[in-house]
């Protein structure tokens, strides 16, 4: 759920907020729910939207079936990543779902490309509202506020009925798991909202959403995933397809894949010393092998971890030093263990 676990504060109140470090535990150890009304949803109706789309992100939407969704890139003609995105399947629209930091840009890019296909783009952020939920107990919060789904693979969707409304659940990607997402008319937030925190729910904040992220490893567009980056660099093969046919910047990523590897790869390291400042150069022998793109101290029951975020050339991963400034840093499996 790469950006898909950043939140929002909850508006017009603090009650159930407090201690990030509980906070974050309650996300990997029991239940922690979040306000994703940060997050932009739109709806594409119109007779080509399946090919449209298809033909601009690099994951396979054209064979989804209904219910189902994927993570997906967009790139410029260079393989540069513009945005990353989810796309679902819906039958009578397929709604893509982003970070609302990058709504202009991704409206802005659909706008370029719809030139005489049927394709209509309309914002739901006005009348669709989303709560999240992660850690091992996400399940049994849903169950004690009485929600009933069918089974659902990741990035699969269940219309359901609860207390006489219509909502959503939707089982989020495996990078997040244990994960899940309720969907529901806007009007209707605050009544799923207490219900889950009635249910066992801890409500959390952007602070413990971000430490989140980092302990699983899931890299965030414009900090971790920037404009220059290509995809292979990145290591979330998930966002790609390789035999679905032409998208923008589809060359650049098929020729990475036939020439089988690039420079430097997304990796996640273990730090020694002071934590490194976000943009330190990592060196190897004096040499510049990578960057540093994020960086944190997980308060994990264990103790604090810490741990940073970035890129590093292939030839240096095995290296026995690498240094960010005055620390020290090892490069580390992600999502980092608790």
């Known amino acids: 759920m790469p950006s898909a676990v950043q939140s929002v504060p909850l508006a017009g109140s603090n009650v159930g907020f407090g201690d990030h470090v509980a906070e974050f535990r309650a996300l990997i150890g029991a239940s922690g729910i979040y306000d994703l009304r940060g997050r932009c949803k739109i709806a594409l109706t119109g007779g080509d939207r399946v090919r449209w789309l298809n033909g601009m992100v690099t994951n396979n939407v054209r064979d989804l079936a209904v219910g189902h969704g994927v993570y997906a890139f967009l790139l410029n003609p260079q393989g540069q990543i513009q945005a990353d995105l989810y796309a679902f399947q819906r039958g009578e629209d397929i709604l893509v779902d982003f970070d609302s930091a990058l ?17 209509e783009v309309a914002e739901m952020n006005a009348s669709v509202s989303a709560i999240g939920l992660s850690g091992p107990k996400s399940v049994e919060t849903l169950k004690n506020a009485g929600f009933v789904w069918p089974d659902l693979e990741p990035l699969q969707l269940g219309d359901v009925s609860w207390n006489g409304l219509g909502v959503t659940i939707l089982r989020s990607g495996e990078e997040a798991a244990p994960s899940w997402q ?49 995809p292979q660099e990145t290591r979330q093969e998930r966002a790609l397809h390789f035999t679905k046919g032409c998208y923008i910047g589809q060359e650049i990523v098929e020729r990475i894949r036939s020439r089988g590897a690039v420079h430097r790869l997304f990796s996640g390291f273990r730090v020694s010393g002071s934590l490194p400042a976000v943009g330190s150069k990592i060196e190897s022998q004096a040499k510049e092998v990578g960057e540093v793109t994020t960086a944190a101290i997980l308060p994990f029951e264990s103790g604090n971890q810490l741990v940073a975020l970035g890129y590093i050339r292939r030839e240096a991963m095995s290296a026995k030093e690498l240094r960010a400034g005055e620390s020290i840093l090892t490069v580390a499996n992600i999502p980092f263990p608790t």
Do not use: N, T
């Open 103 to 119: 709504r202009e840009k991704v409206l802005g890019l659909f706008d370029h490309y719809i030139i005489a296909d049927d394709v």
């Open 182 to 230: 309720v969907w529901m008319g806007s009007e209707h937030y605050s009544k799923v909202w207490d219900a889950l925190i009635a249910a066992g729910g801890k409500p959390c904040q952007s602070d413990a959403l971000e430490l989140f992220r980092i302990a699983k490893g899931i890299p965030r567009y414009g900090q971790d995933i920037r404009e220059r980056d290509l």
